[in-house]
């Protein structure tokens, strides 16, 4: 079977991907494949099953049906002598150790400060000395900006800083697959950039990447494909100009139609402040 | 003329300085309570029956500080030692995804929180009958054994170790079995609440940093649970620091309450040891009400309830280094 064979150059292969909700079809397969290097942005309606998609790589829900690889593991599963079996939860924790995952709601850990959010997977799931891992999880902090926020507790810390100690806390265990569920959508809008910016060098570093995000301009600059879902299928990818800018497909055309009208109507709305605002300063 | 209101209504109003409203009310409440006060203490310092130097005296028995330290405070750490572990135990049982263990766990708590305390450390005290020392007592050893022997045709026992059913469900061991197995019950309630009070997102985080589901409630989930867990745990120690005083029924010589009736059964001063016993519970719970409130603050970390200031930060720091 052809399925089966795996090729060096992908980290993830999704093959038929279902996922059922009681009676509610999410994901009606999908397949999916990214490159080690690649950095795949899923787009699409509210509904269209990306999350749910991200979520099934990172075994957060369990599949329906199909299969899907990373690297050249099966995902929650494993086949002996021609039989699946479910795998123990030993396993499934260490493949997900193996993948990083943002949340849009950022999940820190209250109770610990920054350091002790990054630190405390690396000493308590790799068993890495603490003196080591803290000096790597100062490392990270300061990649991510926050070198002297580190004794602060998420409480602390605005949205956009708690969401980039979560991208530190993700990338301490050194994962192969960065998954990002819409990272900035609970963020107020003047905060997104920063946690883009992270992202941005994140990809520009070679890290492999899966974002589902509506931020329409991080897609374009920093993505090598963008792939365009709805209801539950693949309607569309390709490199990101292709795709963003000469749509294929009715749904995507639609999809983008909208996002634009959004985006024009709020770019009057700033442009009306910012007249208004001249006009206080000429007075 | 010029009125005065007028000039200051062309001023713009600055600081208020309103008169506040008057609480009559107040004052012929103070006066009330003032009065009962008095007349209490009156009471209390000069009625015979306190007698006083009787109460005192009877505080200061060897019998009965050895009691206040072993049956009651013993006791009621000991018990709460076992009862949090016990509640807690059960409440992860009771939320796993075994069937098994959630109904095992769903019944313990049915049974428990059915049986008054009183009745249960009564009934504990009876309970060798179950175990008479002519059949061997309590034993450990290989379940049905007189089966699996009569079947090979072996004589003897497989039976390691057998202890005494009266030693161990009365006196001390019997005392905090009883109460810690009770306690368990109500715990595992609290528990489970704690742990349903923290976020999924934070079980799926830890999970996708790789740790187990064990793990992760221990070093995740738990700890933010127990902000949630402390005050009616706190509650529930004190609850069980004056349920001591119904080791009476099992019964515990040497808890506080039962030596206290003694004297007065002895002297006939009744009133002034039961003084003596109510002076002492108020000591005790004034201490671990002071110890509540410590562990709250140390458990709400991160959560604004300490002071975000970083000086503030250093200090707690300290604490939690002199915690550990």
Redesign the interface.
């Known amino acids: 079977m052809s399925e089966t064979q795996h090729n060096p150059t992908h980290l993830v292969r999704a093959v038929n991907v279902i996922k059922h909700f009681g009676s509610n079809e999410v994901l009606k397969g999908v397949d999916l494949t990214v490159d080690r290097g690649e950095v795949v942005c899923l787009l699409g309606p509210s509904g269209s099953g990306k999350t749910t998609f991200l979520r099934l790589i990172n075994q957060m829900e369990t599949l329906t049906g199909g299969r899907i690889w990373v690297d050249d593991e099966l995902i929650g599963l494993v086949e002996r002598n021609g039989k699946l079996h479910v795998r123990k939860d030993s396993d499934i924790a260490r493949q997900r150790s193996r993948i990083g995952m943002v949340f849009q709601r950022f999940n820190l850990f209250p109770h610990m400060t920054a350091l002790e959010n990054v630190t405390e997977a690396p000493t308590k799931v790799k068993k890495i000395p603490k003196a080591a891992a803290q000096a790597e999880a100062r490392q990270l902090l300061e990649m991510v900006g926050l070198a002297e926020r580190a004794s602060y507790y998420p409480a602390q810390l605005s949205g956009g800083q708690q969401q980039r100690v979560a991208i530190a806390r993700a990338l301490a265990m050194k994962p192969d697959l960065m998954l990002f569920d819409e990272p900035t959508s609970a963020l107020d809008p003047e905060l997104v950039g920063e946690v883009l910016k992270v992202m941005r060098d994140l990809a520009a570093g070679g890290t492999t990447m899966i974002v589902v995000t509506h931020e329409m301009a991080f897609a374009r600059e920093a993505a090598d494909r963008v792939v365009f879902m709805d209801a539950g299928v693949v309607v569309e990818e390709g490199p990101p100009n292709d795709v963003l800018l000469d749509p294929q497909h009715e749904r995507t055309r639609n999809f983008l139609r909208r996002v634009k009208d959004e985006r024009e109507a709020e770019i009057a709305y700033e442009e009306e402040t910012a007249r208004a605002l001249e006009d206080l300063g000429g007075a | 003329m010029t009125e005065p209101g007028v000039a200051e209504a062309q001023e713009r109003p600055g600081i208020i300085d309103a008169v506040p409203v008057r609480h009559p009310g107040r004052y012929v409440a103070i006066a009330v309570i003032a009065v009962l006060v008095l007349m209490f203490l009156h009471m209390v310092l000069t009625n015979p029956a306190f007698n006083w130097p009787f109460v005192f005296e009877a505080m200061n028995q060897s019998i009965v500080i050895e009691g206040f330290i072993k049956g009651t405070l013993m006791c009621t750490v000991l018990a709460m030692f076992f009862g949090v572990i016990g509640g807690v135990i059960l409440a992860i049982m009771r939320l796993s995804t075994n069937p098994v263990l959630r109904a095992v766990s769903w019944a313990y708590t049915w049974f428990f929180r059915a049986i008054p305390r009183l009745v249960l450390l009564t009934i504990m005290g009876v309970l060798g009958i179950l175990f008479p020392l002519n059949r061997g007592g309590l034993s450990f050893g290989v379940p049905f054994d007189w089966v699996f022997i009569d079947w090979l045709g072996l004589s003897g026992d497989w039976r390691f170790y057998s202890v005494d059913a009266n030693t161990l469900f009365s006196g001390f061991i019997g005392a905090i079995i009883g109460l810690a197995a009770s306690e368990a019950a109500y715990m595992a309630e609290i528990a489970r609440a704690g742990i349903n009070s923290v976020?999924r997102?934070?079980m799926?985080?830890?999970?996708?940093?790789?740790?187990?589901?064990s793990?992760a409630m221990r070093?995740?989930v738990l700890?933010?649970a127990m902000r949630v867990i402390v005050p009616p745990t706190g509650n529930e120690t004190i609850a069980m620091l004056k349920d001591t005083s119904l080791l009476i029924a099992l019964p515990l010589s040497t808890e506080m309450f039962f030596q206290l009736s003694q004297i007065g059964a002895r002297t006939f001063q009744l009133f002034p040891v039961f003084v003596a016993a109510t002076l002492y519970y108020l000591i005790a719970t004034s201490v671990l009400m002071v110890g509540q409130a410590y562990l709250e603050k140390r458990?709400g970390?991160?959560?604004?309830t300490t002071v975000?200031a970083?000086k503030d930060?250093a200090a707690s720091g300290l604490q939690a280094g002199a915690a550990k």
């Open positions: 976020d997102g934070q799926e985080a830890a999970q996708a940093v790789g740790m187990s589901r793990l070093r995740i700890p933010q458990f970390r991160g959560f604004g975000t970083t930060k």
